[in-house]
């Protein structure tokens, strides 16, 4: 089989140094000054590091990141009957006053608001805290269970940030949109950079399907549910059994109706999660709507124009599906196949991806969630940065690395959604070429 080209490295990080991770203090809501029963500093203007046995347990799962995804998973897992103990981490301090007001995740479902309770919540910081008990993230001990619930771009910075606190015995579960960059082959590459021979965590991934839209902080509504596929992105061959504990939480937890799913799938269903991204999301930015809308007029400039990102996308992930990349992935449960095995799976895998099967996949996916709002459309609407780069930006890199394919419409929602364009449907052809037929 013919050699390609590396793919694209991770974003947001380089692969090819190992900066020092940071020492990071784990404030809570009693070390902001003023808090009531906040303790005094210790004699000496010291404060105490509290020990691991005080910070958690294996059992312990924290969780990076509390917007939408973030609260949607700290909610199902709170409802579990044997519940394990729950570390929100949120990104600023501001959240920790926010929470001392409202100390609750609240999450709503077909009109019932449902009040998750009795967390712990940490804000990690280089900051030493001047008041009350000065304690390291997870008591200087490693964490064994950690879900990142950040937007795409930070996930991998975050999960670098907090290096120093993990080993082989960690499991860290990505559960944002977009594709994993821990993916072969630079998810080795990274990982050989960043850890000690043997001593990477499991990384994990999480395709969400359900539909979430914030109402404030720590507040969302479950708008529609659907399901989770878990499984490994780059196991641990040492330690890949540790990851079960939080696999299992997740599967068992209510309201998620997540599976855990092998590797090879896991794959399949993400690049398919990722189309379903980089056509919904900037569309419905960049005309203001509903997902449902995209769909509305069939035969419409809209439509044209998800037929061309499709056109492309569908060119560029079977190239990857024939990319040497593959067959480590596709072959990673059955290590021992045949050749032939592998390029029969290589050969469902570009069929798979076709044209036509994504177009059928997406309109699927478009149909049951055609009442939401997309994250996307949120961010632009609040008026923070959108996840684009990890959506198209994705499929452009890909297609770079294999070989310069054209990917030109991707290229121009990118730029549509980063200047901030609002479009209606009349003004599609001014950007993309609306008389060009699809791709059989």
Same mark, same amino acid.
């Given at each position: 089989?013919?050699?390609?080209?590396?793919?694209?490295?991770?974003?947001?990080?380089?692969?090819?140094?190992?900066?020092?991770?940071?020492?990071?203090?784990?404030?809570?809501?009693?070390?902001?000054?003023?808090?009531?029963?906040?303790?005094?500093? &210790?004699?000496?203007?010291? /404060?105490?590091?509290?020990? =691991?046995?005080?910070? #958690? @347990?294996?059992? *312990?799962?924290? !969780?990076?990141?509390?917007?939408?995804?973030?609260?949607?998973?700290?909610?199902?897992?709170?409802?579990?009957?044997?519940?394990?103990?729950?570390?929100?981490?949120?990104?600023?301090?501001?959240?920790?006053?926010?929470?001392?007001?409202?100390?609750?995740?609240?999450?709503?479902?077909?009109?019932?608001?449902?009040?998750?309770?009795?967390?712990?919540?940490?804000?990690?910081? &280089?900051?030493?805290?001047? /008041?009350?008990?000065?304690? =390291?993230?997870?008591? #200087? @001990?490693?964490? *064994?269970?950690? !879900?990142?619930?950040?937007?795409?771009?930070?996930?991998?910075?975050?999960?670098?940030?907090?290096?120093?606190?993990?080993?082989?015995?960690?499991?860290?579960?990505?559960?944002?949109?977009?594709?994993?960059?821990?993916?072969?082959?630079?998810?080795?590459?990274?990982?050989?950079?960043?850890?000690?021979?043997?001593?990477?965590?499991?990384?994990?991934?999480?395709?969400?399907?359900?539909?979430?839209?914030? /109402?404030?902080?720590?507040?969302?509504?479950?708008?529609?549910?659907?399901?989770?596929?878990?499984?490994?992105?780059?196991?641990?061959?040492?330690?890949?059994?540790?990851?079960?504990?939080?696999?299992?939480?997740?599967?068992?937890?209510?309201?998620?109706?997540?599976?855990?799913?092998?590797?090879?799938?896991?794959?399949?269903?993400?690049?398919?999660?990722?189309?379903?991204?980089?056509?919904?999301?900037?569309?419905?930015?960049?005309?203001?709507?509903?997902?449902?809308?995209?769909?509305?007029?069939?035969?419409?400039?809209?439509?044209?124009?998800?037929?061309?990102?499709?056109?492309?996308?569908?060119?560029?992930?079977?190239?990857?599906?024939?990319?040497?990349?593959?067959?480590?992935?596709?072959?990673?449960?059955?290590?021992?196949?045949?050749?032939?095995?592998?390029?029969?799976?290589?050969?469902?895998?570009?069929?798979?991806?076709?044209?036509?099967?994504?177009?059928?996949?997406?309109?699927?996916?478009?149909?049951?969630?055609?009442?939401?709002?997309?994250?996307?459309?949120?961010?632009?609407?609040?008026?923070?940065?959108?996840?684009?780069?990890?959506?198209?930006?994705?499929?452009?890199?890909?297609?770079?690395?294999?070989?310069?394919?054209?990917?030109?419409?991707?290229?121009?929602?990118?730029?549509?959604?980063?200047?901030?364009?609002?479009?209606?449907?009349?003004?599609?052809?001014?950007?993309?070429?609306?008389?060009?037929?699809?791709?059989?």
């Amino acid at each position: 089989m013919a050699s390609h080209a590396p793919l694209p490295c991770p974003r947001g990080v380089d692969p090819d140094a190992s900066p020092p991770s940071p020492r990071l203090w784990a404030w809570t809501p009693e070390n902001l000054p003023g808090t009531p029963g906040t303790p005094a500093p &210790e004699a000496g203007g010291g /404060t105490r590091v509290v020990s =691991e046995a005080v910070a #958690g @347990s294996s059992r *312990r799962i924290f !969780i990076l990141g509390v917007g939408n995804l973030g609260r949607l998973y700290a909610s199902a897992l709170a409802s579990l009957p044997d519940r394990p103990p729950i570390t929100l981490v949120v990104h600023r301090r501001a959240l920790l006053e926010q929470w001392l007001a409202h100390p609750a995740i609240q999450i709503t479902r077909s009109g019932v608001t449902d009040h998750a309770t009795s967390f712990d919540i940490e804000w990690w910081t &280089e900051e030493r805290p001047a /008041t009350g008990l000065a304690r =390291e993230v997870s008591g #200087g @001990s490693k964490i *064994r269970n950690l !879900i990142i619930a950040t937007k795409a771009p930070d996930a991998l910075v975050q999960a670098d940030r907090v290096r120093r606190y993990l080993d082989s015995h960690s499991t860290v579960a990505f559960v944002q949109n977009g594709m994993s960059r821990l993916w072969p082959p630079d998810g080795l590459a990274y990982s050989s950079k960043r850890y000690p021979p043997g001593q990477h965590p499991n990384w994990v991934a999480c395709i969400t399907m359900h539909g979430v839209y914030s /109402t404030g902080p720590f507040a969302s509504v479950h708008a529609s549910p659907a399901d989770v596929s878990v499984g490994h992105v780059l196991p641990n061959p040492e330690t890949r059994e540790d990851a079960g504990y939080l696999v299992q939480q997740i599967v068992t937890a209510p309201h998620l109706a997540a599976r855990a799913v092998a590797r090879p799938m896991l794959w399949v269903l993400q690049l398919e999660k990722l189309v379903v991204n980089s056509v919904i999301n900037p569309l419905t930015a960049i005309l203001r709507c509903r997902n449902g809308q995209l769909f509305a007029n069939p035969g419409g400039n809209v439509e044209r124009v998800v037929e061309l990102l499709l056109e492309e996308a569908s060119c560029v992930l079977q190239a990857l599906a024939r990319h040497d990349a593959a067959i480590e992935i596709l072959s990673d449960e059955q290590p021992s196949a045949a050749a032939t095995d592998v390029y029969a799976s290589q050969t469902a895998m570009v069929e798979r991806v076709s044209y036509a099967r994504l177009r059928e996949m997406l309109f699927r996916v478009g149909e049951k969630v055609k009442d939401n709002i997309s994250s996307m459309l949120q961010d632009v609407r609040a008026g923070k940065p959108t996840e684009i780069s990890e959506f198209n930006g994705w499929i452009v890199d890909t297609a770079k690395s294999l070989g310069n394919l054209d990917v030109t419409n991707h290229e121009t929602i990118i730029r549509l959604v980063q200047d901030g364009a609002t479009l209606g449907e009349e003004d599609l052809g001014k950007y993309f070429p609306l008389a060009k037929a699809p791709s059989p």
